[in-house]
């Protein structure tokens, strides 16, 4: 199959670099026509594109075209409990995630674009408390397992480790493990973890190159272990 997609043009990021100057509902709906060619057509082709190749990893993972509840992020920020009121958010994402996933705390590869910040990989962020809790317990009880994932030969060449992500504030009578784990476990700093997430930064001008899907194929293959041990003990078939 012949690849349609050949990067990102670059009235890409020209519309979302105008887009952080203008920040408003007055300039965005008189631009809406240049929102729609040149950021939301171009990202329509990369779901199409990465849904070309995402079986060859898990079928179980889905590219989804849909203008809403699909792969690609809204552009509309939720600002009721933000003192930021800007209405539109000023990149794109793109979550390519579980099929049983609901939202975007699910499992998922994930891709961020910006003209300043472009990074990709894959994960489960911010799950709720249950889910959070069975990741935990199945690092404790299969340790031997989550070191498999985290020295794997494509993720740590790749991503080196897990991010930093959001950790357990420091507790007296935990000392930053949460309740219920041994302080000392082998692997107690990601018991603290709160996402489980790994991704890679590059240069934003990689975004507007046709090696871009490769790369991104690179990234989805050596995050893929860990969307597998995530998605495995969490319920999720992968």
Known sequence: MTASFTGFP????TFLEALSKNNNREWFNANKQRYETNVVAPVMDFITEVGHFLPTLSTAMIAD?????GSMFRIYRDTRFSRDKRPYKENVGCQFRHVDGKNAHTPGFYVHLSPREVFIGGGIWRPDTPT????RDAIVEHPSEWQTVLEDRDFSRYFGTLAMGDQLKRSRMTGDIPRGYEADHPYAED???????????LDPASALSPEFMEEVKVAF?????LLAFVARHTGYPY
């Open 10 to 13: 670059k009235e890409f990021f």
């Open 132 to 135: 959070l809790n069975r990741i």
């Open 191 to 201: 018991l603290k973890r709160k996402d489980f997430t790994a991704f890679k930064d």
């Open 221 to 225: 293959t050596a995050a893929s272990p």
């Open 65 to 69: 075209t849909r203008r809403t509840g």
